[in-house]
């Protein structure tokens, strides 16, 4: 059995100064959020390669009282990993290094169940395996949520964005594809300008494939 292991409370993320989205997808802000690019001292955790890594969210910085995630906040969740030079805490995400991870959009067309409703039921919680194959070294792992009940136009889609900083140990040789963020994205994009109120039966992911390692 593997083991679990709370990380506490904002700890080894890049933390920002509100809970409000990103809507511009040529900003820098959509790399890591608001204040995301500035070297951290908010603390690097160390996991091994091929870890099972839950990542929490919540709407307002509390636990209780409240859905995670408000209940009309519909759409995707996305999970990018970019290896740093040096350390995660200097490193700013900039350039073609984020490879995907996971992702989960619209999970039942006749009910428009969401990736986001099952981070709701979850009480915040979604989970992703760290490729195995991944060298070891220090990364930043991207985590996104992507609202797209006003998607209909641009800008309209709300993205949510945290970064965490950590330190892979044993891994591999694997040199995945990579994108860069902002970059991977387009206004135009069938997964950011689109209405989800009008009968959608399929979603169609920003960025690349996932690499599964």
């Excluded at 990103?22 to 959509?30: I, P, R, W």
């Amino acid at each position: 059995m593997g083991q679990r292991r709370d990380q506490g409370h904002n700890n080894y993320l890049r933390f920002p100064p509100n809970n409000n989205p990103v809507t511009d997808v040529t900003s820098t802000d959509l790399t890591c959020n608001v204040n995301g690019l500035n070297p951290s001292a908010t603390g690097t955790v160390s996991i091994p390669a091929g870890a099972t890594l839950t990542i929490e969210w919540h709407q307002h910085d509390q636990r209780t009282g409240e859905d995670p995630i408000s209940g009309g906040h519909k759409g995707p969740v996305l999970v990018y990993i970019a290896k740093a030079p040096s350390t995660a805490a200097s490193f700013n995400g900039q350039g073609a290094v984020w490879t995907k991870i996971y992702q989960s959009g619209l999970l039942n067309p006749s009910s428009q169940q969401w990736a986001t409703d099952i981070v709701n039921t979850n009480s915040g919680k979604h989970s992703v395996t760290i490729p195995a194959s991944l060298p070891a070294g220090e990364y930043l792992v991207r985590a996104e949520i992507i609202a797209l009940h006003v998607a209909q136009s641009y800008p309209g889609a709300q993205f949510y964005i945290g970064c965490a900083q950590v330190k892979i140990t044993g891994g591999g040789s694997a040199n995945p594809p990579k994108v860069a963020l902002p970059g991977a994205y387009k206004a135009s994009d069938p997964g950011i300008t689109v209405n989800i109120y009008n009968n959608l039966q399929s979603y169609t992911f920003p960025g690349p494939a996932v690499w599964s390692g």
